[in-house]
């Protein structure tokens, strides 16, 4: 068999300085979102408490599938069933009160 013989395309090279390597290599590592950069300003109600507030409810919220896959003890269930009938009973009785009030 023949196999064909491709040239090689030849890249130009180019000669750079340390320092300009240097240069190169802290721009490739520049955050381009970075606010000093992009020269943009938070607005006031991004404060730093709010940010860990709400990446820890992005973080509950990516965990609820993981939490909800895993099996239930039979005895927290039992309990959790018995609070969750009597949190109805009692949010009903309340419901059924507010409406009485009301109604007179």
């Known amino acids: 068999p023949v196999y064909p013989n491709f ?11 340390k320092d300009q390597l240097r240069e190169k290599r802290k721009m490739r590592n520049v955050n381009p979102y970075d606010p000093e ?3 943009e ?12 507030l709400f990446f820890r409810m ?4 990516r965990n609820c599938n ?3 896959r895993k099996k239930m003890p039979e005895k927290a269930k039992a ?3 018995k609070r969750s009938k009597e949190y109805n009973d009692f949010k009903v ?8 009030e009301a109604s007179q």
Do not use: C, M, W
Request: aromatic share 12%; hydrophobic share 35%; net charge positive.
């Open 37 to 39: 950069i992009a020269q």
């Open 41 to 52: 300003k938070f607005p006031e109600f991004y404060t730093p408490s709010r940010v860990r």
């Open 66 to 68: 993981k939490i909800t």
């Open 58 to 61: 992005i973080q509950d919220h």
């Open 7 to 17: 040239p090689k395309r030849l890249k130009p090279k180019t000669k750079l300085t």
């Open 79 to 81: 309990e959790l069933a």
């Open 93 to 100: 009785l309340e419901f059924q009160h507010v409406f009485k």
